[in-house]
């Protein structure tokens, strides 16, 4: 994992020395909105349309970042519209890349070897993290976000008029709930993994790894009597946790070290799982040889060996019992 620096690409590691160990996520750098007619959004600039065939979507298979919104594209009938590249799940000196050879489609747009190029073909001194998912406009060649919190949310509703799916995972009468959820499970499940397995000291590692399980066993009494995280609704909520979840016996566990449970000793949250991982469209976003291939491969400094393992084995087409709750 490198960044550029005045767009030169630099091959360096997060920083924990002034955080005491702690793993800090950097801010997104471009987080402009697709609108229904091109007016501002609630950040950046406006002039970003909805318009067929405009837009492309760069990601990685093994991100749970990138995968929100492959998912949101499925569930909102968004592929006709919005092209995709995907990148190789092996993130080494240069980043993510977009080698053939280990899994990569390549970059359909302009044939870059590296998404590094994609950034600086938008801004040629950008200075930040390299990441994916990014939502590019054809038309102005330039990031439109490089945001996935916010690129879900444009896919829910800005292409609407577009497409005739009135499907609404953000309903206003839930917004509340669904932030104050999404708000402490960000904090502590999606991105309390990275602070456990990336931290540097011990006192970083433990505090981070039992706030997440506290979550989980938060999450678990949730959804022993409600179906889905915000009640019987389905949501974003739920589709931003279930990308966390879904990684979490295969990479997590292990490699994050995130091990005082595996997910199966949660028969909600699994059952869960299996529930979300069974809607029409949603299997085919999954690909956990990508997922491991990335985690184990790339994090030589957690991996030294490089070697992936074999297992866990899923079954997440057995049945999941959740119609009773």
Known sequence: MGLLIEGKWHDQWYETKNSKGEFVREQAGFRHWITSDGRPGPTGEGRFRAEPGRYHLYVSLACPWAH??????????LEDLITVSVVSPH???QGWSFDRETGSTGDHLYGSEFMHQIYTRAQADYTGRVTVPVLWDKQQQT????ESSEIIRMFNSAFNDLTGNECDLWPELLRDEIEELNSWIYETVNNGVYRSGFATTQDAYEHNVKDLFASLDRIEVILS????L????LTEADWRLFTTLIRFDAVYHGHFKCNLKQLREYPNISGYVRELYQIEGVAETVNMEHIKQHYYYSHDMINPTRIVPVGPEHNFDAPHGREAI
């Open 225 to 228: 009597h409600n179906r889905y």
């Open 230 to 233: 915000a009640g019987a609704k």
């Open 143 to 146: 990031i439109v976000s490089n």
């Open 68 to 77: 929100r919104t492959l998912i949101f594209r499925k569930l909102k009938g």
């Open 91 to 93: 993130m080494l000196e």
